[in-house]
């Protein structure tokens, strides 16, 4: 009964109401489920950093005094400047020549907001082709080993989570690896966290033998890379370079030879990708430092007149924004990692959450908010890097950001939005090398045939009068 002691001491002595209620079997199982949450952190740390995450919470907005933009030393375009953009892309490539990148995808999300009951990574947005999220990505893989000639394939580590990782599995199986090898893919499951009563103060039960649990954020990646000793296969690989995206977003130069290369050119141990906000008032986090020190500003966090104010050349002064695209150094990983996984803060999510009530013996499922999921964020960890080793990245939103959040009829971050995102710039490209595209005619240019524009010199002066064709260099692939 050690565990029961450990979640008495916490004040969790609830949870085991209906303890005399509960089979010997059904005893022993709420033991060991209570014992694994605790193997993380003990029931009183985690009740103490659920209040320090409410605290957090209920935190007045900083008056951005001390929030400026990163400095030029830190940050860069490459919109406009292809000199930069090649110089970049040479390194990178060469890195990946070697057999020193790696690319890691968060993939742990469900997409119940798509309407689907698939994770989120298997979605079809509607291209002629019908490929799925993954395949666009892995297309994109493929098209990079092709263009390095190297004979190292790109490990992809694919993050699931426990009621996604039997069915990305499958999925990918069922697609033979959409043409990568089984080998370079490795899957590793996301953390949990169990959920608290609104007040923060009492643990929710699922189930009569399991407390509820919820993917652990983005931020979980830190831990699920410990977890699944992750470095250890960085090593004996010789990866120098993890390349980090969220599925979510159709457009990912997934391992993108510019990034790596920015990062290696300027010695960032980490680095992050930006695009142009749309607007001042656009409802997104910026990529910005406060104290000195590199962070992600919640757009309710900058005052007015700050979020309106314009540099020397006009552009908005706070304009980076976030769209959760990493580079590592894996030195800095093998450095910082138990440290991250040992002081991330966890941050609050208000729902409403379907709790057993080991008193009455009933489910219920609320209809307003019940409790508090807690998470962590992915870029917690952007101060503990000094600034001259972190390093911004301002790309093109039209060539690599249109993120599928939202169900077919929203109003934006739809598969409508994704998708047209995805044709517009294959159809762009195309005309760039030449060729002559009707009016309202789209067509789809495959990751595998092109990475970046190169490769469509062939379709100079060909002419497409009508969209569903589809550009793909795979034979076995239909083609129209």
Not at 397 to 402: N, V
Not at 405 to 424: H, I, M, Q, W
Not at 442 to 459: A, C, P, W
């Amino acid at each position: 009964m050690e565990v029961k002691k450990l979640y008495e001491e916490a004040g969790q002595l609830q949870l085991f109401d209906h303890w005399e209620t509960l089979s010997a079997e059904d005893q022993q199982s709420l033991l060991e489920n209570l014992s694994a949450v605790a193997k993380r952190t003990t029931p009183q740390e985690l009740v103490s950093k659920c209040r320090d995450a409410l605290t957090l919470s209920a935190a007045n907005a900083s008056d951005g005094t001390q929030i400026e933009p990163l400095p030029t030393t830190s940050y860069q375009t490459v919109i406009g400047n292809e000199e930069a953009q090649k110089a970049y892309w040479n390194l990178g490539l060469e890195a990946i020549v070697k057999g020193e990148v790696a690319v890691i995808l968060m993939a742990g999300g469900q997409g119940t907001r798509l309407g689907s009951s698939q994770p989120k990574g298997c979605y079809d947005i509607g291209l002629p082709s019908g490929k799925s999220l993954f395949q666009i990505q892995a297309d994109k893989i493929l098209r990079l080993q092709d263009l390095s000639g190297s004979q190292h394939a790109i490990p992809w580590y694919v993050m699931t989570s426990v009621p996604t990782r039997a069915a990305t599995e499958e999925f990918f199986a069922k697609h033979k690896f959409f043409g990568l090898k089984p080998s370079q893919v490795t899957f590793f499951n996301q953390g949990t966290l169990p959920a608290f009563d609104l007040e923060g103060s009492k643990l929710l039960l699922g189930s009569p033998t399991e407390l509820v649990a919820s993917p652990d954020g983005n931020g979980g990646l830190y831990r699920a890379m410990k977890d699944n000793d992750l470095l250890s296969d960085f090593t004996a690989k010789g990866i120098k370079h993890v390349y980090m995206y969220c599925v979510d977003n159709v457009l990912s130069k997934v391992a993108d030879p510019t990034f790596i290369g920015f990062a290696i050119q300027h010695k960032f141990e980490l680095a992050t990708k930006a695009v142009r906000k749309r607007d001042a008032h656009e409802s997104v986090g910026l990529i910005a430092t406060k104290q000195g020190k590199p962070c992600v500003i919640e757009y309710s966090e900058i005052p007015k007149e700050l979020a309106e104010a314009q540099d020397g050349s006009g552009l908005l002064k706070f304009r980076a924004a976030n769209i959760v695209n990493h580079y590592y150094s894996v030195e800095l990983l093998q450095r910082e990692l138990d440290n991250w996984c040992a002081t991330l803060p966890y941050h609050v999510a208000r729902k409403k959450i379907p709790v057993y009530d080991n008193k009455t013996g009933q489910f219920c499922k609320p209809t307003s908010p019940n409790g508090i999921k807690l998470e962590q964020f992915i870029f917690d960890v952007f101060p503990t890097v000094p600034l001259d080793k972190f390093g911004c990245l301002e790309v093109e939103r039209a060539e690599e950001f249109a993120p599928l959040k939202n169900g077919a009829g929203s109003s934006n971050d739809n598969p409508e939005t994704s998708r047209v995102a995805y044709l517009t710039l294959g159809t762009s490209r195309l005309k760039a090398a030449g060729a002559k595209i009707a009016s309202g005619v789209d067509i789809e240019v495959s990751g595998r045939m092109s990475f970046s524009g190169e490769n469509l010199s062939q379709y100079s002066g060909k002419t497409f009068d009508r969209s569903g064709v589809i550009i793909e260099s795979d034979p076995f692939l239909l083609c129209h």
